[in-house]
């Protein structure tokens, strides 16, 4: 029987091929997703892959969505928190709706998708879990002052929850994605993103497949030892 991964916000983007690099691995996935719902029916008729929709900013319907998932598909073993929001604005001019929107789904959001399968890990002994940060949790951003501070915050969880599960064989890693060729950055006009690639030595944007690789390697049985690591995915424009 195939491992159960769970990855959030996974019927679109990066998430979506994250989704699909897994279930090519030979694991069973559940992708989630907030609310386009033509997105994820599409999504599942393309790949066969279940989707689920629910709010990750919110504990008890995480839950009840994990639950089902757990009911349909077996025990979670491996979660890639990767749903994630932006509402962009310069620090004295963003709302306290802002700052709670994308607090609530980027920080929050990981807690609630993780605690509920934690201690069927910790019983199980075994659990990979996988959070999708950011560079700009590394290095900040102009307007992203909730955003930075949510993707920063990740990092922390997953160094804690990296030394609370090493004794129940848990591995918590973090990827820090930098520019990656998605249709919302394809979307920006072309001069944006000639002026991003021109800050990123590689000369290129990031491909959604070549995160998803970094995922399947993390979550697998030869990265076992690897635990509360965070990989840095942005063509070498932000070193730490």
């Known amino acids: 029987m195939s491992r159960v991964a769970l990855v959030t916000g996974g019927s679109r983007g990066i998430g979506a091929a994250i989704s699909t690099a897994l279930k090519d691995a030979g694991y069973t996935v559940a992708a989630t997703y907030a609310g386009n719902d033509d997105a994820a029916a599409q999504f599942t008729e393309s790949t066969g892959i279940k989707t689920y929709k629910w709010n990750v900013a919110d504990y008890e319907d995480s839950k009840a969505g994990i639950a089902k998932v757990e009911e349909e598909l077996g025990p979670v073993e ?33 807690f609630n998708t993780i605690h509920p399968v934690w201690p069927g890990m910790r019983d199980r002994k075994f659990g990979r879990i996988v959070v999708i940060s950011s560079i700009n949790g590394q290095k900040g951003q ?39 060729a998605t249709d919302m950055v394809m979307a920006v006009p072309e001069k944006v993103r000639d002026s991003i ?44």
């Not at 929001?85 to 609530?104: C, L, S, Y």
């Open 142 to 180: 102009f307007a992203q002052v909730n955003y930075a501070a949510t993707k920063a915050g990740d990092l922390g969880i997953v160094k804690s929850l990296a030394q609370e599960g090493a004794r129940a064989n848990i591995t918590a890693n973090a990827i820090c994605p930098g520019y990656i």
């Open 78 to 110: 491996v979660v890639v928190a990767n749903a994630g929001i932006t509402r962009d604005a310069p620090f004295h001019k963003m709302t306290p709706d802002q700052w709670n929107e994308v607090v609530g789904t980027n920080l929050t959001g990981v």
């Open 197 to 240: 690639v021109a800050q990123i030595p590689t000369g290129r944007l990031g491909e959604p497949e070549e995160i998803a690789r970094a995922v399947v390697f993390l979550v697998s049985d030869d990265a076992g030892f690897i635990n509360g690591s965070t990989i840095t995915a942005n063509g070498a424009q932000h070193l730490v």
